[in-house]
């Protein structure tokens, strides 16, 4: 039994060994961890981060209850925690001269943690991401059905992908993304190890986008959908959410998750027809070290 407090390492074999089941236990609340940890352990047994990634678990009364990640590029995930835990860690953390670019975390704890950074290293922190997470349910494909049908993405359309991913990325302003796709930097992306969907016409025209994330924990999120904005409005974008989606369960997940922009009350009513169910909020805070603190 450890002793209760975090256990911070580099090593994801040991992390996952002793963490896993914990990050299986919630595969809807934990997809973001899930899917991170995961790309992280694969690109590092590929030798492709010069700087590893840090890991920890929170252990109290013999069991993990909250873990953290913090990637070579400054990402720090972490799973819910209370505010005295929040506090807690972000002193930890500072104290071993960590200093993370962002957190992303559900809404309470991605705020609790900017608070305390701020209070414990003078960091000013700015939110730049809110998200709601829906879980499927059942799965209710879209009446109308817009006509065609979806198709898995093959090496031939890989171009069309990657504009398409910029355009999407253009349209909710995720800078760092399009600067990775513009520098040719494909694996490096977000996207880069996901499987699309096409929505085609009945004449072969690709007219809408769904990727999916690997099966990992049980769990599958759909990220990102994409329509162009001259094609939107005829139905495309729930087909091939529920064309992903179907794909998704006949893999054998037991949790279909996606994220949502919670000032699009179309995407939101869209996903909820298809049988998505909100199970919480998302938040994320970019940290700046070189402002001056206040006093």
């Known amino acids: 039994m450890f002793p209760d407090g975090w256990h911070l390492t580099q090593d994801v074999d040991d992390f996952l060994a002793r963490a896993g089941d914990f990050l299986r236990s919630r595969p809807a609340l934990h997809n973001t961890p899930l899917t991170d940890v995961e790309k992280l352990r694969t690109r590092g047994a590929a030798g492709h ?18 873990i953290l990640y913090l990637t070579p590029r400054g990402r720090l995930g972490l799973t819910p925690l209370s505010p005295e ?13 960590l200093s993370p670019a962002h957190v992303i975390a559900d ?6 943690f900017a608070e305390s950074w701020q209070r414990h290293t003078g960091a000013a922190s700015l939110p730049f991401w809110r998200t709601h997470l829906y879980r499927l349910g059942t799965l209710t494909p879209p009446l109308p059905r817009p006509e065609g049908q979806g198709r898995m993405v093959g090496d031939r359309d890989r171009e069309q ?8 990325c253009v349209d909710v302003g995720e800078q760092p993304s399009i600067d990775l796709i513009d520098a040719g930097s494909w694996d490096d992306l977000r996207f880069g190890d996901r499987h699309f969907t096409f929505w085609e016409t009945p004449d072969g025209i690709p007219v809408s986008m769904a990727a999916s994330t690997s099966l990992v924990g049980g769990m599958v999120r759909v990220d990102p959908v994409y329509t162009p904005a001259r094609l939107r409005g005829h139905g495309y974008a729930g087909a ?8 998704a369960l006949a893999a054998g997940a037991t949790d279909v998750v996606l994220f949502t922009d919670p000032d699009n009350p179309t995407s939101n009513a869209l996903y909820q027809r298809i049988g998505y169910i909100h199970v919480a909020d998302f938040a994320g805070h970019r ?3 070189d402002a001056p603190q206040a006093g």
């Open 161 to 168: 992908v990657v504009r398409w991913c910029r355009e999407f």
């Open 85 to 97: 835990r929040t506090d807690a860690l972000a002193a930890h953390l500072a104290g071993l001269g």
């Open 240 to 247: 091939v959410t529920a064309e992903a989606s179907r794909a």
């Open 107 to 112: 809404h309470d704890t991605a705020g609790a």
């Open 287 to 289: 940290f700046s070290y």
């Open 49 to 66: 981060d010069a700087e590893a990634a840090v890991f920890g678990r929170l252990e109290s009364g013999g069991g993990v209850v909250a």
